[in-house]
């Protein structure tokens, strides 16, 4: 089935655009915003509305499938794509690259991907965002027109075995980080709470405030969890510890407040997300390297998550080579095209690093929805719960479409197994 045309409409994600440059530099909450000026090329305020565009993609026979273009909430930061604004992008997406797909097969999702993702435009790669929401709606075509899921095109694709239980969950909690974590205790959400901690103010002048949100953290969990609950404690921390404690980061002070947040976090495992961020992926490999082997000497079981200066699958590639984390986090705007993020987790294959399917706050129910189906199809180790900062939303976004398709799966395969019963009669 033949792709006919595509169509792109500026519309909103599901939070904000962030000048984190800004932010960590010092600017002021004003309410919901921020006080100053915005510091990252691109941004008019520090805190402005995120942006998406919606992507239909119509078929042969009629049928529309869509994707949507989104970009993280700190874009601009971290060697990542400049902000992205949808008005702009949208002529792309109904010129050149509607012109490079049409009458393509709609069936062959890989390839059409890969021919979006070696696109230029003026010389120019297309902006991630573009390549991460045509793909995605390149995805649901493929879908449709040989009536299976997302999830078995994608496997195809990549050549795996989807999982067969929902992946789990991490919940992120924004600033509300004690009512929305509450919240995540309720429903035994497996991995949480993120916590936002992204200033000295969050963390602590010595780390004090973060310690004791953990402990907070254990005692709650054993109050509202379900029974036999374990959770994983998974904290972005944006490079504060390192702005507290300094380079080296293998020496004993360092160590001992990685222990000190293992011992308050106990029974249970925790892992810190970007503990630093020393300005480029180079110098932030070896801090991570750094930092992991000494927790290691020191028998100190703290798992370290890279994020920052780790956006494309090159980047990921460098930091699992360099044996630089025990997760991490695959981006998937910043990776641009969807399969990307499938084959970023599929690196971390066979080595000791895990693979967290992230994203953003900042995109939009359907994009969700695409990510649950990639990390269906990879068995991630734990799949981000997005869009917004409400929690409750992006939760059951993510959760149900991965035991919906596991449902339809189950279903399709039963009835295969009739039908070939049926044939052999």
Known sequence: MEITGLHATPGYSGFFFDDQRAIKQGAAHDGFTYEGEPVTDGFDEIRQAGETLIVDVELADGTVVRGDCAAVQYSGAGGRDPLFQAAAYAPVIEGPVADALEGRDATEFLANA???????????????????????????????????????????????????????????????????TEKMFVKGVPVLPHALI??????????????????????????????????RFHIDVYGMIGEIFGAPYDREEVVDYFAALEDAAAPYPIQIEGPMDVGDREEQIAAMVELREGLADAGV??????????????????????????????????????????????????????????????????????????????????????????????????ENEMRRTIARRERDEQRAETDEVTADD
Request: hydrophobic content about 35%; aromatic content about 6%.
């Open 198 to 231: 992204n200033s000295v103010e969050k963390i602590g002048e010595n780390g004090e405030t973060l310690l004791e949100y953990v402990e907070w953290l254990v005692e709650r969990s054993q109050e509202l969890g379900p029974e036999g609950y374990d959770p």
């Open 114 to 180: 890969e021919r979006l993702e070696e696109m230029a435009v003026d010389g120019d790669r297309l902006h991630t965002a573009i390549r991460y929401g045509v793909s995605q709606a390149l995805l649901a075509a493929a879908a449709d027109a040989r009536n299976t899921t997302r999830t078995d095109v994608m496997a195809d694709a990549l050549d795996t075995e989807p999982a067969t239980e929902p992946v789990p969950v991490f919940g992120q909690s924004g600033d509300d980080r004690y009512n929305n």
């Open 301 to 398: 079981g703290v798992d370290i998550v890279a994020d920052e200066w780790c956006n494309t699958f090159e980047d990921v590639q460098a930091f699992v080579d360099a044996g630089a984390a025990d997760l991490v986090q695959v981006k998937t705007p910043d990776l641009g095209g969807i399969h990307r993020s499938g084959q970023a987790v599929r690196y971390c294959e066979g080595t000791d690093t895990r693979a967290y399917l992230g994203g953003t706050c900042n995109e939009t129910e359907t994009s969700a929805r695409a990510c649950a189906h990639v990390a269906l199809a990879t068995n991630a180790a734990q799949v981000l719960a997005k869009p917004g900062m409400g929690f409750d939303e992006g939760y059951m976004i993510v």
